[in-house]
């Protein structure tokens, strides 16, 4: 057996079909707020990670370039199944948003100029705003009961909304210091 067939050691036996169409629905249901819909899957109904495992995943994914979402199809499928899990997870997410998005390029090259498709895109921009804070408050509600993590979301939001510094940057300053006091402070990482 090739090593991408391989199961990482204790993995959940999941079939490789249902990731595949786990993250085929989080493509199509997730517009704009495809973490919520993953975790709403992967979570709540597949019950195939535990909050922490997802929201660990979601943190490592914040480091890696490229959409979070296609990080966490990675990392959920691998954590499944390994390689193959990984590769089944990244093919049915790409399937429909590739799909949709070049048929919706050649659409909105062609009619780009009219209002009525400034005023479209307007409104989606608009709730796929409102979609990413959901997100964020369901992302940190699991640390309400943890000051340094309230303190650090706080803080990146603060130097991502008002300071305007860059998401990298951000990264390369809460990070290390997020780090350090949760080894100083193991108990305020819990």
């Not at 704009?32 to 490592?60: K, N, P, T, Y």
């Not at 803080?155 to 991502?160: N, T």
């Amino acid at each position: 057996m090739s090593a991408i067939a391989d199961d990482p050691p204790g993995a959940l036996r999941v079939p490789l079909l249902a990731i595949a169409v786990a993250f085929l629905t989080v493509s199509s249901f997730g517009f704009g707020g495809g973490v919520v819909w993953a975790r709403r899957i992967v979570v709540e109904r597949r019950r195939w990670l535990s909050e922490a495992e997802f929201l660990d995943i979601v943190s490592l994914t914040q480091f890696l370039p490229g959409p979070n979402i296609v990080g966490i199809a990675v990392c959920v499928g691998a954590k499944l199944r390994g390689g193959a899990g990984a590769l089944a997870a990244i093919a049915g997410f790409l399937l429909i948003p590739w799909s949709a998005g070049l048929m919706v390029g050649v659409v909105g090259l062609e009619y780009a100029h009219t209002p009525l498709l400034r005023n479209i895109l307007g409104g989606i921009s608009a709730t796929a705003a409102g979609l990413l804070v959901a997100t964020g408050v369901r992302l940190l509600l699991p640390h309400r009961r943890r000051p340094a993590a309230v303190i650090f979301a706080a803080l990146a939001l603060v130097l991502l909304a008002f300071s305007k510094l860059p998401l990298l940057a951000v990264l390369f300053i809460l990070a290390p210091a997020s780090i350090a006091v949760a080894a100083g402070f193991p108990a305020a990482a819990r």
